[in-house]
């Protein structure tokens, strides 16, 4: 049984950086990709960019660019999001999401989720 | 690339259909048969219930079924039962560049 677990909540300030973890257990890590998902309150879903840890290459969606850095450790099949230079609107539940392949188009399994809250 | 127009939300009394529709352009919806459903209650993670346009992931109950037709996806639920009272996205492979977009989002209301 696959299981995405990720890091806890936290609370920055604007202008800080957080990373956030997502370790999976179960399946191959290197075989699937990762993707981070965020939403913010009372809002939809918006993806933020994926890696592909078996060729280490990530990408982000457009609004994220030079931002936002996803890696990831296949020695302990945790991945990693880290989104800089944050501010108020970058407040929101930030999850972690499997697709099974290279070329599967959907998420089949989700981490429970972490809330990062921006404040002064 | 802007999200995937949804119904705000749709109601129905147990027992009944009720339909989401999910529209895009022919760069996402319309170019590609990758269009996945995602389930969502409150303070919980997304749940996997429709992808590749019609198919069920294991568990889902078969009276969630999915279709497409041109720049439009569907996502019906048959026999409405009070669980399925939650939040509905639907989302999109958009091409290389853009990778996927999500939908707006329905709510579910069961009455």
């Known amino acids: 049984q696959v299981q995405l677990v990720q890091s806890g909540a936290e609370v920055k300030k604007p202008g800080s950086s957080v990373k956030v973890s997502c370790k999976a257990s179960g399946g191959t890590f290197s075989s699937y990709t990762i993707s981070w998902v965020r939403q913010a309150p009372g809002q939809g879903l918006e993806w933020m960019g994926r890696?592909?840890?078996?060729?280490?290459?990530?990408n982000y969606a457009q609004k994220f660019q030079g931002r936002v850095t996803i890696t990831a450790d296949k020695s302990t099949s945790t991945a990693y999001m880290e989104l800089s230079s944050l501010r108020s609107e970058d407040t929101a539940v930030y999850y972690c999401?499997?697709?099974?392949?290279?070329?599967?188009?959907?998420?089949?399994?989700w981490g429970q989720g972490t809330l990062v809250t921006v404040s002064s | 690339q802007s999200a995937l127009t949804q119904p705000r939300s749709v109601s129905g009394s147990p027992g009944q259909s009720v339909t989401i529709s999910c529209t895009g352009t022919?760069?996402?919806?319309?170019?590609?048969?990758?269009v996945s459903w995602y389930q969502q209650h409150p303070g919980k993670a997304p749940k996997l219930m429709i992808y590749?346009?019609?198919k069920r992931p294991s568990g889902v109950p078969d009276r969630f079924s999915g279709s497409k037709s041109g720049n439009t996806a569907s996502l019906t639920i048959s026999g409405l039962q009070a669980e399925d009272e939650a939040d509905y996205y639907c989302c999109s492979y958009a091409g290389s560049y853009t990778f996927v977009v999500f939908g707006t989002g329905t709510k579910v209301t069961v009455l």
């Open positions: 590749d346009v019609s």
């Open positions: 890696i592909i840890p078996i060729l280490g290459i990530a």
């Open positions: 999401a499997r697709m099974t392949t290279v070329v599967n188009y959907y998420f089949d399994y």
């Open positions: 022919s760069s996402d919806v319309g170019g590609y048969n990758y």
